[in-house]
Nanobody, 115 residues
């Protein structure tokens, strides 16, 4: 059974940092392009960052230079290090492979940036 379990979210002040984790079961994270998405209230889900099987990384312009995606193949886990957080980063964050449709999305992890 393929599952994605996101964690690490929370309430942080502007300028702060958080590290999100996505524990994956049922598929190998190093065989897919794994991605982090986010969905803010009233907005569509958007792609934040992705890392391919070959390690090629892409970021949305809005997070470039602030966020870092990585993976640990041994732990089958994908991470998103978020620095210099802004209020507009407030959203629920999800991980899911690009082009995959074989299972439901996880519950995500809430990130709230507020003073």
């Amino acid at each position: 059974q393929v599952q994605f379990v996101e964690s690490g979210g929370g309430l942080v002040q502007p300028g702060g940092s958080l590290r999100l984790s996505c524990e994956v079961s049922g598929i190998r994270v190093n065989l897919w392009t794994m991605a982090w998405y986010r969905q803010a209230p009233g907005k569509q889900r958007e792609l934040v960052a992705d890392i391919s099987a070959l390690g090629i990384i892409n970021y949305a312009d809005s997070v470039k230079g602030r966020f870092t995606i990585s993976r640990n193949n041994a732990k089958n886990t994908v991470y998103l290090q978020m620095n210099s957080l802004k209020a507009e980063d407030t959203a629920i964050y999800y991980c899911y492979p690009l082009g995959y449709s074989g299972t439901d999305w996880g519950q995500g992890t809430q990130v709230t940036v507020s003073s």
